[in-house]
């Protein structure tokens, strides 16, 4: 069953800032596709964007007047939020993340938005549950100009930071590899464990 609901763009709050290239090759992606294939990711008591920030710009942007969202409760312990994917492994508290969701909230309810990219949140879910919802499906009005939403950087400055990013991909995975290996050495003691209650029994 699709997890998300179509709803009024207007009731969706900002996060963060977008960067210019990536919003224009995902506006070229999408437009190509004719559809959405994840839904936004947006707390249901505030309303507030915390996953798919660069999506709602779109949306925003083509003027559509709709857009697919899944709502979370933020509140749920569940949730969580830094400022680097291997916090998902690593983080404990505020001070090690980097990042508070007081602080996302604060910023969101603000409108004093992070620059791009700047939270990495982690949810209880798979994240990029494929919707394939076609546009044509959404309320659609005029554009509007979306500027003051979009960073002023160069397209260097988004490799750079693209390059960065997939290096803490490249970190994350090393930390799974760890986490696998820890679980398959306690699934070794627990089958070690059962062959010797096993001899016990018999």
């Known amino acids: 069953m699709d997890r998300y609901e179509i709803v009024d763009i207007a009731i969706l709050k900002p996060l963060e800032k977008v960067f210019p290239y990536h919003l224009k090759n995902l506006t070229a992606m999408i437009m190509a596709d004719g559809m959405m294939k994840c839904p936004i990711i947006v707390d249901k008591a505030t309303g507030i964007v915390l996953d798919g920030s660069h999506r709602y710009i779109f949306f925003l942007g083509e003027g559509y007047l709709e857009a697919p969202v899944r709502f979370v409760d933020y509140s749920d312990e569940n949730i969580r939020v830094g ?22 909230v604060e910023r969101g309810l603000s409108g004093n938005l992070f620059p791009p990219r700047t939270t990495r949140h982690f949810f209880p879910f798979r994240k990029l549950h494929p919707i394939d919802l076609p546009l044509d499906r959404l309320r659609k009005g005029e554009k509007i100009n979306v500027g003051k939403y979009i960073e002023n950087v160069t397209i260097e400055y ?6 960065r990013f997939i290096q803490e991909i490249e970190t994350e ?16 003691y627990l089958k070690n464990q059962i062959l010797k209650m096993d001899k016990v029994e018999k």
Do not use: A, F, P, W
Not at 83 to 104: A, D, F, M, P, Q
Not at 173 to 188: F, G
């Open 83 to 104: 400022t680097h994917l291997v916090h998902r492994y690593l983080c404990e508290n505020t001070e090690s993340c980097g990042i508070s969701k007081k602080e996302v």
């Open 158 to 163: 988004e490799i750079r930071h693209n390059e």
């Open 173 to 188: 995975v090393d930390e799974i590899i760890v986490y696998l290996d820890e679980v398959r050495q306690t699934k070794e």
